[in-house]
């Protein structure tokens, strides 16, 4: 069954301390995001790619960074200099043809210890 | 700048009702309109779409309208059912597939 599988579902961070998000799909899509959900607000934007070993900043990228070596996975690393990072963390894919929804992953929900 | 606004946070209607969800927009650019639904601790599902070149898309109970003189989208539900009840994204894109989402109505559909 194709899909987005985030992990883990649930993550704790230190003050000071760097943590990975995972995102993999299986659905052959070329372009991956990752957004940002806080108590009501919309799906901000952090990153997203359009093709492997390349990658954009989206609307609030700061204290975050990505990577994209594989077409089907796209970690999110929450750095140190994210000062605010508890929030839902939402990955999600579409193929490269125009006027495709977007499929997302169930999340990741981040705290701060 | 939000691009994407959906200015009522929670509607409620009575089961087998008409649900009515709006969203406005502000870049004349988008072509591509989506509804999502979310329930807590989920990831978004898509709904349904419309393409700027129409005005209606239909898919069983939810019609998706769009009026783009007046850079507005609404999502029509009939009939409401219990199981409706979550959280609906509007979201707007253009070529690139950069997507932007408004923040969300929260439907409760009361039996």
């Known amino acids: 069954d194709g899909g987005i599988t985030q992990s883990p579902k649930y993550l704790f961070r230190k003050e000071g301390q760097n943590v990975t998000l995972s995102c993999e799909q299986n659905l052959n899509h070329d372009a991956m995001y990752w957004y940002r959900q806080d108590p009501g607000q919309g799906l901000r934007l952090i990153y997203y790619s359009q093709i492997v070993n390349d990658f954009q900043k989206g609307d609030i990228a700061e204290g975050y960074s990505v990577s994209r070596e594989k077409k089907e996975s796209f970690p999110l690393t929450v750095t140190s200099a994210q000062k605010n990072p508890t929030a839902f963390y939402l990955c999600?894919?579409?193929?490269?043809?125009?006027?495709?929804?977007?499929?997302f992953g169930d999340g990741t929900r981040l705290s701060i210890l | 700048d939000q691009q994407v606004k959906q200015n009522s946070p929670s509607l409620s209607v009575q089961e087998g009702r008409i649900s009515i969800l709006n969203c406005d927009y502000t870049n004349s650019m988008f072509d591509y309109f989506l509804w999502y639904k979310k329930y807590p601790a989920e990831g978004p599902t898509f709904l349904i779409s419309i393409s700027s070149i129409k005005d209606k898309n239909e898919d069983g109970r939810f019609t998706v309208f769009l009026n783009k003189s007046a850079k507005h989208l609404s999502l029509h539900i009939v009939p409401s059912q219990p199981g409706d009840s979550a959280v609906y994204f509007c979201a707007a894109s253009f070529p690139g597939n950069q997507f932007y989402f408004g923040t969300g109505t929260s439907l409760t559909v009361i039996p």
């Open positions: 999600a894919s579409t193929g490269q043809i125009s006027n495709q929804p977007q499929h």
